[in-house]
């Protein structure tokens, strides 16, 4: 019986964040410490995430109405993006500049409801950087909010508008808060 070291001979199909470990007649893919994954995929983002300064964003580019796009960032694992210090909001100025057009207005997850904003996680509402006289919504179904890319203002829009969005996952390599 000839054993093969798939491992050694490169045969496996580990990823690149695995350590390939031999074993008689096969072999096994072990995701490396900090890395989540079932050892053919191994990330500190969730799939269809990737890492940007420490937090895990998606950029959607086919367009979809708000609650849509909150659907389909959930069923990803993540929800739309939610801007809750100074440094989230400037990493996601960069995250846009990379991905999206600057004519694009794109959804995060915000909803004004009760007289006031909500992020879709429940966490505080603190930073603020909506365009002037769109902190309030600009019409009555207007209360679901975007991105402006061009002058990365927020503004809000009624939800049926269809827009790229982005979705944000917690990293799997930390605790969630
Ligand atoms: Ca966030």
């Known amino acids: 019986m000839t054993y093969i070291d798939e491992c050694k001979d490169g045969l496996s199909s580990c990823h690149q964040n695995a350590s390939c470990i031999n074993t008689p007649g096969n072999y096994a ?6 890395f989540t994954g079932d050892g053919q995929w191994c990330a500190v983002c969730p799939r269809e995430f ?14 979809q109405g708000w609650a849509n796009a909150s659907n389909t960032c959930t069923a990803q694992g993540g929800h739309l993006a939610t801007i809750t210090s100074e ?17 694009e207005r794109v959804w995060v997850g915000a909803k004004y409801y009760d007289d006031k904003w909500h992020w879709v996680t429940g966490e505080d509402f ?3 950087h909506f365009y002037v006289g769109q902190r309030v ?4 179904k207007y209360q679901y909010m975007f991105i402006c890319v061009a002058s990365q203002f927020w503004c809000n829009g ?7 969005f982005i979705c ?10």
Do not use: I, M
């Open 126 to 128: 603190q930073v603020d």
């Open 137 to 140: 919504p600009y019409r009555p």
């Open 158 to 164: 009624p939800q049926n508008a269809t827009q790229p």
């Open 50 to 63: 990737r890492e940007f300064n420490n937090s895990c964003y998606q950029y959607v580019s086919a367009g």
């Open 29 to 34: 893919c072990l995701c490396n410490a900090g």
């Open 87 to 103: 440094d989230e909001k400037a990493v996601l100025v960069e995250f846009l500049a990379e991905h999206a057009h600057p004519s």
């Open 168 to 177: 944000e996952a917690e990293r799997q390599d930390r605790h969630p808060q």
